[in-house]
């Protein structure tokens, strides 16, 4: 028996057509995993069915559903795409309570910490998690929600390998044994492949099924296009460096020693990656470095040395992009924050006319995307970025790591973290965190 019947679903924007006839049912105990291209829609269709399109984000919707858009909007847990924006209170513990449980809850929510590894987060501040663990901790929230249906958008994309088939096989147990209905967004096909029910694609402003979609080829090709953007490492006994050595480094108040005994180097021309799986430290790491570089800060915990390189010219060339591209920019507007070079945006398949655009606006994969071009485009030769990848298709992705490499030959420098494995494809060099 079908719990909601979508017919004809469309949605615009400014009379600007984001899809139509959208045909969907969904019913009990469900695994339903929507993809396609960055900006297609995928996350508009959440935010209709949980309520902020048209009550938050104006837009037009039309279409039938049963029951009506007023009844679902009470049946659905929803998790945004920026894990961050799920969090309301300051500790995991108060984040939990939030949800209405309590220490007499049938639904041992300890339980579920340990299944989902975060047990011994259970004191901390959620300002601390990394963006794995808060994903991690709003699927926990989702489950205390008691709602019937989840919308999940991109739930794993801050996730490791090993962290993203936990998360994916305890919400299939789960959903089997609530009789629970699961909508997902998410680019990692072959992590869902087998615990969802219906694969469909956003192509040509409607949806397809997966097995008969353009994007199924797109999607397939993939890794043979990436393997040609990795380079045979030369061997240069000028090489412009920075060696690190970082003793060790844990929060204020924290028993755990985040990072110890942990050295390398950052070369110019090279792209680097900082691996390691969900709460290992590859943020810190990212901050912790800079801070050592711009501000001298942590001289006593972190070791730095300049081979064949000026200090001052590495100090002054330094720029972050973090995991939350918001955090970054400093102008409204896609043009201003370009400083005017729109032409940028063509770079990364991004439409030139979505410059007057408000930042806001934009899908979180456009937005990532033009994070970077606003990076590259300060001609900063040193650039951290933490998890560019995230939230994008397979081709826009390979477009961003193809301009990544195009970059790096001239001479700039990518700090990369994440745990993706097409990043990982084209790196010169990794550093790892255990």
């Not at 896609?334 to 398949?349: I, P």
């Not at 301009?403 to 790892?432: C, N, Q, W």
């Amino acid at each position: 028996m079908n719990i909601i019947k979508i017919r004809g679903a469309s949605l615009s924007f400014d009379n600007n057509i984001i899809f139509h006839s959208i045909d969907l049912d969904v019913e009990g105990s469900s695994i339903i995993l929507l993809t396609g291209a960055s900006g297609s829609g995928k996350t508009s269709f959440l935010r209709i069915l949980s309520g902020s399109i048209p009550r938050i984000f104006k837009g037009s919707v039309g279409g039938f559903f049963q029951p009506s858009l007023k009844e679902i909007y009470r049946k659905v847990f929803y998790m945004s795409q920026e894990p961050w924006f799920g969090i309301a209170t300051p500790y995991v513990w108060s984040e939990i309570f939030s949800t209405g449980s309590s220490e007499k809850d049938p639904m041992n929510y300890k339980n579920f910490l340990k299944e989902l590894g975060l047990l011994h987060l259970y004191n901390r501040s959620t300002y601390t998690l990394s963006a794995g663990e808060t994903q991690r901790l709003l699927l926990l929230k989702a489950f205390l929600s008691k709602k019937d249906l989840l919308l999940l958008d991109e739930p794993t994309s801050y996730l490791d390998k090993d962290n993203a088939e936990l998360y994916a096989e305890t919400l299939y147990k789960f959903s089997l044994k609530n009789n629970l209905s699961i909508i997902i967004t998410d680019h990692r096909i072959d992590l869902w492949k087998k615990y969802t029910d219906q694969i469909y694609v956003f192509e040509n402003r409607s949806i397809v099924e997966y097995e008969s979609s353009f994007y199924k080829d797109v999607y397939n090709n993939f890794l043979e296009k990436l393997r040609s953007l990795s380079k045979e490492r030369s061997v240069d006994e000028k090489r412009r460096c920075i060696s690190f050595k970082i003793k060790y480094f844990k929060y204020p108040g924290s028993e755990r020693i985040l990072l110890k005994d942990l050295e390398g180097s950052i070369c110019e021309g090279e792209i680097i990656l900082v691996k390691g799986v969900s709460g290992s430290g590859k943020s810190t790491f990212l901050k912790l470095l800079i801070e050592r570089i711009v501000n001298s800060r942590y001289k006593d915990l972190v070791e730095v040395y300049y081979e064949n390189i000026d200090e001052d010219f590495v100090r002054r060339n330094i720029i972050y992009v973090p995991d939350n591209p918001f955090l970054f920019f400093t102008e409204p507007i896609v043009e201003e924050e370009l400083r005017g070079e729109v032409e940028l945006l063509k770079k990364l398949n991004i439409d030139v006319e979505k410059k007057s655009l408000s930042i806001k606006r934009l899908s979180s994969g456009e937005r990532r995307r033009v994070a970077f071009l606003s990076a590259i485009g300060m001609k900063k030769r040193f650039v951290f970025i933490d998890e560019p990848s995230v939230g994008l298709d397979p081709f826009n992705k390979y477009l961003m790591l193809r301009l990544m490499r195009e970059y790096a030959e001239k001479g700039f420098t990518f700090i990369i973290s994440s745990h993706d494995p097409h990043v990982e494809a084209v790196s010169d060099e990794i550093i790892y965190i255990r």
